[in-house]
């Protein structure tokens, strides 16, 4: 009898350090776990405020605005490496510091809303940077200049829409706000395609279907 009491004490002793040590690991995960979702989110708002409610279509655009920004960036850091052309390595320096910029006030809207973006180009962006970095054509200017072109129409196109689809009020004005600079990008990277010695067919097969200005007419260029 006594043996068997002894055994009984010693097994719920087992059990209460079991369930302790159970108890403990599971308090461990979930901090490790708040931590980490901290971490890998967009920063919280600030105290007493909560993030604004956006549609599906402003966040697309916001994701596909930033995508814009960071790839051009990472090819104009390319092209200021690889160019011996003035002009290039200039409008390259312009595009890295008007996109930089972009990119900041466009996270400050991000972040309002509760949308975390991306610090690099997607996968496929970020072929387009690849195959530029890796580029040992005699005529990189070129290349670097054509993408520009087809980026900015690209570019051009998306936030047009944006201006005249999209509700949100924040949203629409960043993107109103940045037509008129990608515009300038736009024919300031024309005169150096010319510079370099793209035809003239060839610029103007890249600028088919690019929307007018209208909707920009009474902006200020680069408002902050």
């Not at 790839?71 to 320096?93: C, D, Y």
Request: hydrophobic fraction near 40%; aromatic fraction near 6%; charged fraction near 20%.
């Amino acid at each position: 009898m006594k043996t068997y009491t002894t055994s009984v004490t010693r097994l719920m002793r087992v059990v209460k350090t079991g369930a302790a040590l159970v108890a403990a690991l599971f308090a461990a995960s979930t901090l490790q776990a708040q931590f980490l979702g901290q971490s890998s989110t967009a920063p919280p708002a600030a105290s007493g405020e909560t993030a604004a409610k956006i549609s599906h279509r402003a966040k697309d655009f916001l994701q596909d605005a930033a995508q814009a920004e960071l790839t051009e960036a990472a090819l104009a850091n390319i092209a200021q490496e690889k160019s011996q052309n003035t002009a290039v390595r200039e409008l390259a320096q312009t595009l890295r510091t008007d996109h930089q910029q972009n990119y900041a006030k466009l996270e400050s809207i991000t972040q309002a809303h509760g949308i975390a973006l991306g610090d690099f180009p997607n996968w496929v962006n970020q072929r387009t940077v690849n195959r530029l970095q890796k580029s040992s054509n005699p005529d990189f200017d070129k290349e670097y200049i054509k993408t520009v072109i087809k980026d900015r129409v690209a570019c051009i196109k998306i936030f047009d829409k944006a201006v005249a689809q999209i509700g949100e009020p924040d949203v629409k004005q960043y993107a109103q706000n940045t037509l008129p600079t990608l515009r300038s990008h736009l024919r300031r990277s024309e005169e150096t395609a010319r510079s370099v010695g793209v035809d003239e067919a060839t610029i103007s097969s890249m600028l088919k279907g690019l929307p007018t200005d209208k909707a920009e007419l009474g902006v200020a260029f680069n408002q902050n």
